[in-house]
Nanobody, 131 residues
Framework: QLQLVESGGTLVRPGESLTLSCATRGFTLDYYAIAWFRQAPGKEREGVSCLSASGTSPNYADSVKGRFTISRDNGRNTVHLQMNNLKPEDTGVYYC????????????????????????WGQGTQVTVSS
């Protein structure tokens, strides 16, 4: 069974940096597109970044472009999200997701439209950006 465990979230001040990690179990990342989502209180879960299995350029939401970097370590079955120059609007619970046979636009759109359709959400990790 696919299992995802997010970690690294904490309280930070605006302008600071933070790196999140997603440890995967039950599958290999080599052939999976990987993505990060976040959800603020009272708002829908939104796609933040995605990296395809084919090695194409990563995708980023406009709100984080230039500040966040997604990466993968297939040997360790781990996904990372490097977040720089954090802003209060980045606050939320961050989740990772992985899918086989989907390109990034399809993965982001499908899960954003219906988050419950994805069956392998972890507990997420809370990121709070506040002064």
């Amino acid at each position: 069974q696919l299992q995802l465990v997010e970690s690294g979230g904490t309280l930070v001040r605006p302008g600071e940096s933070l790196t999140l990690s997603c440890a995967t179990r039950g599958f290999t990342l080599d052939y999976y597109a990987i993505a990060w989502f976040r959800q603020a209180p009272g708002k829908e879960r939104e796609g933040v970044s995605c990296l395809s299995a084919s090695g194409t350029s990563p995708n980023y939401a406009d709100s984080v472009k230039g500040r966040f970097t997604i990466s993968r370590d297939n040997g360790r079955n781990t996904v990372h999200l490097q977040m720089n120059n954090l802003k209060p609007e980045d606050t939320g619970v961050y989740y990772c997701a992985a899918a086989f046979g989907l390109d990034c636009p399809t993965l982001i759109r499908r899960i954003s439209t219906d988050p419950q359709s994805y069956e392998h959400w972890g507990q997420g990790t809370q990121v709070t950006v506040s002064s």
